[in-house]
């Protein structure tokens, strides 16, 4: 998950460690409570993301690739034609976007104002 949180979101090095770190926990704690099924899904995926560099020829696990080499590992998988294989990377991409950027933090950096607080009175 933290090879993965790097690749999404500091391509550069430019996330913090704790930034990243924190992240895993949120997505941790995001998916703790969901049913045993969708559960074991993600985790499924997860194992397939680390396995898949095999796909191409590489004997390593994604993990153990630098951050350029995963970059570059998702970026073929979700062109890839074959169906299934950029949904493992649009599923975990999508659940550690949409956590990822509930950090006030996150936001500012991107120039999102506060009408953010708007939005959250609206979706109570």
């Known amino acids: 998950m933290r090879a993965l949180a790097e690749a999404f979101f500091s391509p550069d090095g430019e996330v913090t460690d704790v930034r990243l770190d924190a992240l895993v926990d949120e997505v941790d704690a995001f998916i703790s409570p969901a049913s045993k099924t969708l559960r074991a899904g993600l985790m499924l995926l997860l194992g397939l993301i680390q396995w898949s560099p095999l796909l191409y020829g590489k004997f ?11 970059i570059h590992h998702l970026e073929r998988l979700e062109a890839s034609k074959i169906t299934q294989l950029p949904l493992l990377v649009i599923a975990y991409k999508t659940l550690m976007t949409v956590l990822f ?14 009408e953010r607080k708007r939005y959250l009175r609206l979706a109570q």
């Open 60 to 70: 390593r696990l994604f993990t153990d690739l630098s951050r350029e080499d995963r």
């Open 101 to 114: 950027y509930e950090d006030e933090g996150e936001l500012r950096a991107i120039g999102y104002t506060s």
